[in-house]
Protein backbone atom coordinates (compact mmCIF):
# COMPACT_ATOMS: atom_id res chain seq x y z
CA UNK A 1 0.00 0.00 0.00
CA UNK A 2 1.02 3.53 -1.12
CA UNK A 3 1.74 5.81 2.47
CA UNK A 4 0.35 8.78 0.51
CA UNK A 5 -0.79 10.12 -2.41
CA UNK A 6 -0.18 13.42 -4.60
CA UNK A 7 -2.78 15.03 -6.77
CA UNK A 8 -1.14 17.62 -9.24
CA UNK A 9 2.17 16.96 -10.96
CA UNK A 10 3.26 20.34 -12.26
CA UNK A 11 6.57 21.39 -11.42
CA UNK A 12 5.62 21.84 -7.47
CA UNK A 13 4.14 18.63 -6.99
CA UNK A 14 6.55 16.70 -9.48
CA UNK A 15 8.72 17.73 -7.05
CA UNK A 16 7.04 16.96 -3.59
CA UNK A 17 6.80 13.48 -4.87
CA UNK A 18 10.26 13.17 -5.60
CA UNK A 19 10.78 14.26 -2.11
CA UNK A 20 8.52 12.01 -0.70
CA UNK A 21 9.79 9.07 -2.67
CA UNK A 22 13.58 10.21 -1.90
CA UNK A 23 12.52 10.14 2.09
CA UNK A 24 11.59 6.54 2.09
CA UNK A 25 7.66 7.02 1.21
CA UNK A 26 5.43 4.68 -0.94
CA UNK A 27 3.96 8.06 -3.06
CA UNK A 28 0.88 7.53 -5.13
CA UNK A 29 0.75 10.09 -7.75
CA UNK A 30 -2.11 11.15 -10.37
CA UNK A 31 -2.68 14.61 -12.34
CA UNK A 32 -6.22 15.49 -14.08
CA UNK A 33 -4.30 15.20 -17.48
CA UNK A 34 -2.58 12.35 -18.27
CA UNK A 35 0.74 14.16 -20.30
CA UNK A 36 2.28 15.34 -16.97
CA UNK A 37 1.97 11.93 -15.20
CA UNK A 38 4.02 10.58 -17.87
CA UNK A 39 6.23 13.48 -18.17
CA UNK A 40 7.17 12.62 -14.03
CA UNK A 41 7.39 8.69 -14.75
CA UNK A 42 10.17 9.03 -17.49
CA UNK A 43 12.13 11.43 -15.07
CA UNK A 44 12.64 9.06 -12.35
CA UNK A 45 13.75 5.47 -11.37
CA UNK A 46 12.20 4.63 -8.54
CA UNK A 47 10.10 2.02 -7.25
CA UNK A 48 8.56 4.43 -4.85
CA UNK A 49 6.51 6.35 -7.14
CA UNK A 50 2.99 4.44 -8.58
CA UNK A 51 1.49 6.14 -10.98
CA UNK A 52 -2.68 6.13 -11.50
CA UNK A 53 -4.97 7.10 -14.12
CA UNK A 54 -8.21 6.66 -12.33
CA UNK A 55 -9.49 8.97 -8.76
CA UNK A 56 -10.80 5.98 -7.27
CA UNK A 57 -7.99 3.39 -8.18
CA UNK A 58 -5.70 6.41 -6.86
CA UNK A 59 -7.87 6.60 -3.62
CA UNK A 60 -8.30 2.68 -2.86
CA UNK A 61 -3.87 2.36 -3.24
CA UNK A 62 -3.56 4.06 0.08
CA UNK A 63 -3.40 3.03 3.78
CA UNK A 64 -5.52 4.21 6.37
CA UNK A 65 -6.32 6.58 7.32
CA UNK A 66 -5.31 8.34 3.43
CA UNK A 67 -3.68 11.12 3.82
CA UNK A 68 -3.58 12.68 -0.05
CA UNK A 69 -1.15 16.21 -0.59
CA UNK A 70 -2.76 18.18 -3.54
CA UNK A 71 -0.16 20.78 -5.28
CA UNK A 72 -2.83 22.19 -7.91
CA UNK A 73 -3.81 25.95 -8.27
CA UNK A 74 -5.72 27.68 -6.06
CA UNK A 75 -9.39 28.44 -6.63
CA UNK A 76 -11.67 26.82 -8.10
CA UNK A 77 -9.66 23.77 -9.28
CA UNK A 78 -9.14 22.87 -5.14
CA UNK A 79 -12.89 22.50 -5.25
CA UNK A 80 -13.51 20.33 -8.38
CA UNK A 81 -10.54 17.70 -7.10
CA UNK A 82 -11.65 17.49 -3.70
CA UNK A 83 -15.67 17.11 -5.10
CA UNK A 84 -13.95 14.42 -7.09
CA UNK A 85 -12.33 12.39 -3.82
CA UNK A 86 -14.84 12.75 -1.37
CA UNK A 87 -17.17 9.84 -2.77
CA UNK A 88 -14.15 7.51 -2.35
CA UNK A 89 -13.11 8.49 1.19
CA UNK A 90 -13.88 7.66 4.67
CA UNK A 91 -14.16 8.93 8.08
CA UNK A 92 -10.53 10.07 8.96
CA UNK A 93 -8.86 10.16 5.52
CA UNK A 94 -6.96 13.70 5.24
CA UNK A 95 -6.54 15.95 2.68
CA UNK A 96 -3.53 18.25 2.53
CA UNK A 97 -3.88 21.64 0.17
CA UNK A 98 -0.43 22.61 -0.06
CA UNK A 99 -1.24 25.06 -2.53
CA UNK A 100 -1.51 29.06 -2.05
CA UNK A 101 -5.03 29.02 -1.43
CA UNK A 102 -6.53 32.04 0.31
CA UNK A 103 -6.51 30.94 3.96
CA UNK A 104 -10.58 31.58 4.20
CA UNK A 105 -11.21 29.50 1.14
CA UNK A 106 -9.17 27.07 3.90
CA UNK A 107 -11.83 27.24 6.31
CA UNK A 108 -14.55 27.09 4.23
CA UNK A 109 -13.72 23.81 3.10
CA UNK A 110 -12.33 22.51 6.51
CA UNK A 111 -15.87 23.30 8.03
CA UNK A 112 -17.35 21.23 4.54
CA UNK A 113 -14.85 18.29 5.26
CA UNK A 114 -15.10 18.52 8.97
CA UNK A 115 -18.84 17.78 8.69
CA UNK A 116 -18.56 14.76 6.56
CA UNK A 117 -15.74 13.29 9.05
CA UNK A 118 -12.70 13.95 6.54
CA UNK A 119 -9.34 16.10 7.87
CA UNK A 120 -8.40 19.25 5.72
CA UNK A 121 -4.80 20.25 6.41
CA UNK A 122 -4.10 23.99 4.54
CA UNK A 123 -0.58 24.27 4.54
CA UNK A 124 2.15 26.59 3.18
CA UNK A 125 4.50 25.73 1.45
CA UNK A 126 7.48 27.99 0.70
CA UNK A 127 10.62 27.60 -1.54
CA UNK A 128 10.24 27.45 -4.79
CA UNK A 129 10.94 23.99 -6.84
CA UNK A 130 14.49 23.54 -5.81
CA UNK A 131 12.93 23.66 -1.91
CA UNK A 132 10.09 21.17 -3.07
CA UNK A 133 12.74 18.93 -3.66
CA UNK A 134 14.74 19.31 -1.23
CA UNK A 135 13.57 20.51 1.54
CA UNK A 136 10.67 23.85 2.02
CA UNK A 137 9.73 25.32 4.96
CA UNK A 138 6.00 24.02 6.03
CA UNK A 139 3.40 25.99 7.59
CA UNK A 140 0.28 23.30 8.53
CA UNK A 141 -2.97 24.33 9.94
CA UNK A 142 -6.06 22.45 10.74
CA UNK A 143 -7.02 20.08 13.36
CA UNK A 144 -3.91 19.06 15.51
CA UNK A 145 -4.87 15.41 15.72
CA UNK A 146 -5.00 15.58 11.87
CA UNK A 147 -1.60 17.62 11.81
CA UNK A 148 -0.19 14.79 14.01
CA UNK A 149 -1.36 11.62 11.61
CA UNK A 150 0.79 13.71 8.63
CA UNK A 151 3.75 14.87 10.94
CA UNK A 152 6.27 12.02 10.19
CA UNK A 153 5.76 12.64 6.23
CA UNK A 154 5.80 16.04 6.84
CA UNK A 155 8.73 16.71 9.27
CA UNK A 156 10.50 14.21 7.16
CA UNK A 157 10.40 16.22 3.73
CA UNK A 158 10.80 19.81 5.51
CA UNK A 159 14.10 21.39 5.25
CA UNK A 160 16.56 21.04 8.08
CA UNK A 161 18.32 23.45 10.36
CA UNK A 162 20.13 22.41 12.87
CA UNK A 163 18.92 18.87 13.33
CA UNK A 164 15.44 20.99 13.47
CA UNK A 165 12.54 20.08 10.74
CA UNK A 166 11.53 23.52 9.89
CA UNK A 167 7.99 22.22 9.82
CA UNK A 168 5.43 23.26 13.20
CA UNK A 169 2.11 22.73 13.77
CA UNK A 170 1.17 27.00 13.05
CA UNK A 171 -3.06 26.72 14.24
CA UNK A 172 -6.44 25.65 13.65
CA UNK A 173 -8.57 25.91 10.05
CA UNK A 174 -6.47 28.07 8.01
CA UNK A 175 -4.03 29.29 10.30
CA UNK A 176 -1.08 27.87 8.25
CA UNK A 177 -2.13 29.03 4.96
CA UNK A 178 -2.52 32.57 6.64
CA UNK A 179 1.00 32.40 7.70
CA UNK A 180 2.13 31.42 4.28
CA UNK A 181 0.02 34.50 3.22
CA UNK A 182 2.11 37.13 5.55
CA UNK A 183 5.46 35.31 3.94
CA UNK A 184 4.86 36.49 0.70
CA UNK A 185 3.86 39.66 1.72
CA UNK A 186 7.11 39.88 3.67
CA UNK A 187 8.91 38.57 0.74
CA UNK A 188 7.20 40.98 -1.60
CA UNK A 189 8.75 44.18 0.59
CA UNK A 190 12.36 42.01 1.41
CA UNK A 191 12.54 41.80 -2.58
CA UNK A 192 11.66 45.59 -3.22
CA UNK A 193 13.70 46.75 -0.42
CA UNK A 194 16.65 45.40 -1.79
CA UNK A 195 15.79 46.91 -5.46
CA UNK A 196 16.00 50.17 -4.01
CA UNK A 197 19.27 49.28 -2.01
CA UNK A 198 20.44 48.34 -5.68
CA UNK A 199 19.23 51.49 -7.32
CA UNK A 200 21.22 53.47 -5.21
CA UNK A 201 24.38 51.91 -5.32
CA UNK A 202 23.65 52.30 -9.53
CA UNK A 203 21.93 55.42 -10.33
CA UNK A 204 23.58 57.78 -6.65
CA UNK A 205 27.07 56.27 -6.58
CA UNK A 206 27.58 55.45 -10.44
CA UNK A 207 28.79 51.89 -9.53
CA UNK A 208 28.45 49.17 -11.89
CA UNK A 209 26.21 45.60 -12.02
CA UNK A 210 29.78 43.91 -11.68
CA UNK A 211 30.28 45.76 -8.47
CA UNK A 212 26.85 45.72 -6.93
CA UNK A 213 27.40 42.25 -7.58
CA UNK A 214 30.63 42.05 -5.35
CA UNK A 215 28.85 44.50 -2.84
CA UNK A 216 25.90 42.22 -2.18
CA UNK A 217 28.18 38.96 -2.16
CA UNK A 218 29.72 40.95 0.66
CA UNK A 219 26.87 41.45 2.54
CA UNK A 220 25.60 38.54 2.59
CA UNK A 221 28.80 37.02 4.89
CA UNK A 222 27.28 39.61 7.60
CA UNK A 223 24.20 40.50 9.27
CA UNK A 224 22.09 40.77 5.86
CA UNK A 225 23.14 37.32 5.57
CA UNK A 226 20.06 36.00 3.40
CA UNK A 227 18.59 33.60 0.60
CA UNK A 228 17.48 36.85 -0.84
CA UNK A 229 20.83 38.87 -0.92
CA UNK A 230 22.23 35.82 -1.96
CA UNK A 231 20.51 34.98 -5.33
CA UNK A 232 20.70 39.09 -5.75
CA UNK A 233 24.51 38.19 -5.99
CA UNK A 234 24.47 35.69 -8.21
CA UNK A 235 21.64 37.57 -10.42
CA UNK A 236 23.80 40.70 -11.12
CA UNK A 237 26.75 38.55 -11.75
CA UNK A 238 25.24 36.85 -14.81
CA UNK A 239 25.42 37.76 -18.37
CA UNK A 240 23.38 37.65 -21.52
CA UNK A 241 24.25 34.98 -24.05
CA UNK A 242 23.14 37.49 -27.06
CA UNK A 243 24.50 40.51 -26.05
CA UNK A 244 27.59 40.16 -23.58
CA UNK A 245 25.63 43.10 -21.39
CA UNK A 246 24.19 42.41 -17.31
CA UNK A 247 21.27 39.83 -17.76
CA UNK A 248 19.46 42.26 -15.25
CA UNK A 249 19.79 45.30 -17.99
CA UNK A 250 18.06 43.02 -20.66
CA UNK A 251 14.62 42.54 -18.45
CA UNK A 252 11.62 44.27 -18.97
CA UNK A 253 11.26 46.03 -15.95
CA UNK A 254 7.57 45.15 -15.25
CA UNK A 255 7.45 42.69 -12.42
CA UNK A 256 4.46 40.40 -11.97
CA UNK A 257 2.25 39.03 -8.69
CA UNK A 258 0.15 35.76 -8.06
CA UNK A 259 -2.36 37.36 -5.06
CA UNK A 260 -0.59 36.48 -2.27
CA UNK A 261 0.61 40.26 -1.39
CA UNK A 262 -2.65 41.44 -2.14
CA UNK A 263 -4.39 38.94 0.10
CA UNK A 264 -1.74 40.40 2.85
CA UNK A 265 -2.74 44.02 2.51
CA UNK A 266 -6.16 43.39 2.07
CA UNK A 267 -6.55 41.79 5.35
CA UNK A 268 -4.60 43.91 6.82
CA UNK A 269 -6.83 47.12 5.83
CA UNK A 270 -9.83 44.82 6.47
CA UNK A 271 -8.45 44.47 10.55
CA UNK A 272 -6.91 47.99 11.18
CA UNK A 273 -3.45 46.36 10.89
CA UNK A 274 -0.57 48.69 9.92
CA UNK A 275 0.75 46.93 6.06
CA UNK A 276 2.42 50.17 4.53
CA UNK A 277 5.76 48.63 3.66
CA UNK A 278 4.15 45.07 2.07
CA UNK A 279 1.18 47.17 0.66
CA UNK A 280 3.92 49.73 -0.95
CA UNK A 281 5.84 47.01 -2.76
CA UNK A 282 2.56 45.89 -4.08
CA UNK A 283 1.63 49.31 -5.58
CA UNK A 284 5.45 49.16 -6.99
CA UNK A 285 4.88 46.28 -8.48
CA UNK A 286 1.58 47.93 -10.10
CA UNK A 287 3.50 51.06 -11.68
CA UNK A 288 5.93 48.96 -12.98
CA UNK A 289 3.31 47.23 -15.28
CA UNK A 290 2.68 51.13 -16.67
CA UNK A 291 5.76 50.44 -18.78
CA UNK A 292 4.29 52.43 -21.66
CA UNK A 293 2.72 54.74 -19.81
CA UNK A 294 6.36 55.58 -17.97
CA UNK A 295 8.11 55.83 -21.20
CA UNK A 296 5.55 58.40 -22.18
CA UNK A 297 5.89 60.37 -19.15
CA UNK A 298 9.51 60.37 -19.03
CA UNK A 299 9.98 63.10 -21.62
CA UNK A 300 6.64 65.28 -20.04
CA UNK A 301 7.19 65.21 -16.36
CA UNK A 302 10.51 66.93 -14.91
CA UNK A 303 12.81 65.78 -11.92
CA UNK A 304 15.03 67.58 -10.02
CA UNK A 305 18.13 68.92 -11.49
CA UNK A 306 20.87 66.20 -11.20
CA UNK A 307 23.46 67.45 -8.65
CA UNK A 308 27.14 67.72 -9.38
CA UNK A 309 27.70 66.16 -5.85
CA UNK A 310 30.61 63.39 -6.02
CA UNK A 311 29.45 61.33 -2.77
CA UNK A 312 32.53 58.59 -1.05
CA UNK A 313 31.67 55.61 -2.51
CA UNK A 314 32.58 53.63 0.59
CA UNK A 315 30.95 55.73 3.23
CA UNK A 316 27.86 55.79 0.98
CA UNK A 317 27.58 51.92 0.66
CA UNK A 318 27.33 51.98 4.82
CA UNK A 319 24.84 53.83 4.61
CA UNK A 320 22.76 51.58 2.24
CA UNK A 321 23.50 48.58 3.81
CA UNK A 322 22.37 50.08 6.91
CA UNK A 323 19.71 51.70 5.34
CA UNK A 324 18.48 48.33 3.82
CA UNK A 325 18.97 46.41 7.34
CA UNK A 326 16.82 49.12 9.13
CA UNK A 327 14.04 48.60 5.89
CA UNK A 328 13.80 44.84 6.78
CA UNK A 329 13.83 45.31 10.39
CA UNK A 330 10.70 47.38 9.67
CA UNK A 331 8.88 44.82 6.77
CA UNK A 332 9.43 41.99 9.12
CA UNK A 333 7.89 43.69 12.49
CA UNK A 334 5.20 44.75 10.06
CA UNK A 335 4.58 41.37 8.92
CA UNK A 336 4.73 39.66 12.30
CA UNK A 337 2.65 42.25 13.54
CA UNK A 338 0.62 41.20 11.30
CA UNK A 339 0.62 37.23 12.62
CA UNK A 340 0.16 38.81 16.22
CA UNK A 341 -2.66 40.75 15.76
CA UNK A 342 -4.53 38.16 13.49
CA UNK A 343 -3.99 35.65 15.80
CA UNK A 344 -5.71 37.45 18.82
CA UNK A 345 -9.02 38.69 16.76
CA UNK A 346 -9.05 34.95 15.46
CA UNK A 347 -7.76 32.79 19.08
CA UNK A 348 -5.36 31.14 16.36
CA UNK A 349 -2.14 31.20 19.16
CA UNK A 350 0.02 31.56 16.50
CA UNK A 351 3.50 30.11 17.88
CA UNK A 352 5.17 33.46 16.54
CA UNK A 353 8.82 32.31 18.12
CA UNK A 354 8.33 29.15 15.98
CA UNK A 355 7.34 30.74 12.82
CA UNK A 356 10.76 32.38 12.73
CA UNK A 357 12.17 29.44 13.02
CA UNK A 358 10.61 27.40 10.69
CA UNK A 359 11.35 30.58 7.96
CA UNK A 360 15.31 29.78 8.46
CA UNK A 361 15.47 26.94 5.65
CA UNK A 362 13.45 25.70 3.03
CA UNK A 363 11.67 29.26 2.49
CA UNK A 364 12.40 32.64 0.39
CA UNK A 365 12.80 34.95 2.77
CA UNK A 366 15.06 32.78 5.24
CA UNK A 367 17.88 35.07 6.67
CA UNK A 368 20.14 35.31 9.47
CA UNK A 369 18.34 37.34 11.66
CA UNK A 370 15.12 35.32 11.86
CA UNK A 371 17.22 33.37 14.80
CA UNK A 372 17.18 37.03 16.76
CA UNK A 373 12.91 37.21 15.96
CA UNK A 374 12.71 33.77 17.97
CA UNK A 375 14.81 34.96 20.41
CA UNK A 376 12.71 38.34 21.19
CA UNK A 377 9.32 36.21 21.24
CA UNK A 378 10.82 33.66 23.58
CA UNK A 379 12.18 36.71 25.83
CA UNK A 380 8.81 38.13 25.58
CA UNK A 381 6.27 35.83 24.28
CA UNK A 382 3.47 38.86 24.78
CA UNK A 383 5.97 41.53 22.20
CA UNK A 384 3.77 43.75 20.56
CA UNK A 385 6.33 44.63 18.05
CA UNK A 386 9.51 43.64 17.44
CA UNK A 387 11.01 47.68 17.03
CA UNK A 388 10.42 47.36 20.69
CA UNK A 389 12.68 44.20 21.78
CA UNK A 390 15.97 45.91 23.14
CA UNK A 391 18.34 43.99 19.78
CA UNK A 392 15.79 45.85 16.93
CA UNK A 393 16.02 48.95 19.12
CA UNK A 394 19.62 49.23 19.52
CA UNK A 395 19.87 48.79 15.78
CA UNK A 396 17.18 51.05 14.99
CA UNK A 397 19.02 54.10 17.10
CA UNK A 398 22.42 53.33 15.10
CA UNK A 399 20.94 52.74 11.92
CA UNK A 400 18.12 55.06 11.29
CA UNK A 401 20.79 57.61 10.06
CA UNK A 402 21.71 55.80 7.38
CA UNK A 403 18.30 55.65 6.19
CA UNK A 404 17.27 58.78 6.69
CA UNK A 405 20.36 60.08 4.61
CA UNK A 406 19.63 57.40 1.58
CA UNK A 407 16.28 58.95 1.66
CA UNK A 408 17.09 62.19 1.54
CA UNK A 409 19.57 61.73 -1.22
CA UNK A 410 17.45 59.99 -3.29
CA UNK A 411 14.03 62.33 -2.70
CA UNK A 412 16.48 65.41 -3.48
CA UNK A 413 17.69 63.34 -6.97
CA UNK A 414 14.21 62.36 -7.74
CA UNK A 415 14.27 59.01 -7.02
CA UNK A 416 11.62 56.53 -6.16
CA UNK A 417 12.35 54.36 -2.69
CA UNK A 418 8.67 53.41 -1.57
CA UNK A 419 9.75 50.67 0.41
CA UNK A 420 12.75 52.46 2.29
CA UNK A 421 10.56 56.05 2.76
CA UNK A 422 7.22 53.44 4.09
CA UNK A 423 10.00 51.74 5.77
CA UNK A 424 10.85 55.56 8.17
CA UNK A 425 7.51 56.38 8.09
CA UNK A 426 6.49 53.35 9.71
CA UNK A 427 9.07 53.50 12.31
CA UNK A 428 9.05 57.50 12.96
CA UNK A 429 4.64 56.62 13.54
CA UNK A 430 5.38 53.90 15.71
CA UNK A 431 7.39 56.37 18.00
CA UNK A 432 5.56 59.02 18.18
CA UNK A 433 3.86 59.06 21.47
CA UNK A 434 1.89 62.35 20.50
CA UNK A 435 0.72 62.82 17.13
CA UNK A 436 -1.55 64.24 14.82
CA UNK A 437 -4.64 62.29 14.76
CA UNK A 438 -6.06 64.60 17.22
CA UNK A 439 -6.23 66.90 14.65
CA UNK A 440 -7.54 64.06 12.03
CA UNK A 441 -10.33 62.74 14.55
CA UNK A 442 -11.51 66.67 15.24
CA UNK A 443 -12.25 67.07 11.83
CA UNK A 444 -14.02 64.16 11.56
CA UNK A 445 -16.27 65.17 14.57
CA UNK A 446 -16.69 68.92 12.38
CA UNK A 447 -18.08 67.48 9.56
CA UNK A 448 -19.48 64.03 10.56
CA UNK A 449 -20.35 64.53 14.88
CA UNK A 450 -18.17 61.65 14.93
CA UNK A 451 -17.01 62.48 18.47
CA UNK A 452 -14.00 61.73 20.34
CA UNK A 453 -12.37 60.85 23.79
CA UNK A 454 -10.16 63.70 25.51
CA UNK A 455 -7.09 62.90 26.92
CA UNK A 456 -7.95 64.54 30.69
CA UNK A 457 -11.38 62.46 31.50
CA UNK A 458 -13.57 59.40 30.53
CA UNK A 459 -15.96 59.35 28.16
CA UNK A 460 -17.23 60.45 24.45
CA UNK A 461 -17.76 64.05 23.38
CA UNK A 462 -18.66 65.97 20.72
CA UNK A 463 -18.08 69.73 20.21
CA UNK A 464 -20.61 71.93 18.42
CA UNK A 465 -17.97 73.66 16.28
CA UNK A 466 -19.61 76.28 14.14
Excluded at 227 to 237: G, H, P, R, S, V
Excluded at 349 to 360: G, S, T
Aim: charged residues 25%; negative net charge; contains cysteine.
Amino acid sequence: MNTIGVIGLGVMGSNIALNMANKGEQVAVYNYTEDLTHQLMKKVDVQEITPYYEVAEFVQSLETPRKIFLMVTAGGPIDSVIGSLVPFLEKGDIIMDGGNSHFEDTERRYDDLKAKGIGYLGIGISGGEVGALTGPSIMPGGDRDDYEKAAPILTKIAAQVDDTPCCVYIGPKGAGHFVKMVHNGIEYADMQLIAEAYTFLREKLHLSVDEIADIFETWNQGELNSYLIQITAEILKKKDELTGLPLVDVILDKVGQKGTGKWTSIQAIDNGIPSSIITESLFARYISSLKEQRVHAKDILSGPEADKLLLDKEEWIEHVRKALYMGKICAYTQGFTQYKMTSELYGWDLPLKDIALIFRGGCIIRAEFLNIISEAYEAQPDLNNLLVAPYFAEKARDYQRGLRKILCEGINSGISFPCLSASLTYYDSYRTGRSNASLLQAQRDYFGAHTYERTDREGVFHTNWQ
